[in-house]
């Protein structure tokens, strides 16, 4: 998938990522969102949110560095969205129960900043790559 978008498009591009996401096989499916700030990341987040009926007002959780959601989608029962700009290192994850969380089935982990926690991302993460200049976002999923 790649596509460019104006910020008004962002609602049909978390339709398009949810449909082609997948259950994971061996707990929660997490989707790692990269991208500069002000690439739109939180932006999409909150209309992949709302896609799966979430109502609660979505903000990036910098300084909690998670929060959790419960949904009425039909198979992401619940969704985590992880800030991860201010980890420094991945023991920092303990404390959120990331162990826990990856086991979740039916689960929706949203992790922005992925390059900062890499090596504690599950072998099956899909990654999506978002740049931007002036209006426009490119999204595209990252292969490598």
Known sequence: MERT???????????EILSI????PTGATVLALQGDLGAGKTTLTKSLAQELGITETIVSPTFVIAKFYETTHQIFKNVVHIDA??????DELGPLGWNDILQQSNTLVIVEWPERIREALPHDTKEFVITHEGDRRTIK???G
């Open 85 to 90: 700009y201010r980890i420094e290192s991945i």
């Open 21 to 24: 996401l997948g259950l994971s």
């Open 141 to 143: 999923k990252n292969h």
């Open 5 to 15: 978008y104006a910020e008004s498009e962002t609602d049909q591009v978390a339709k």
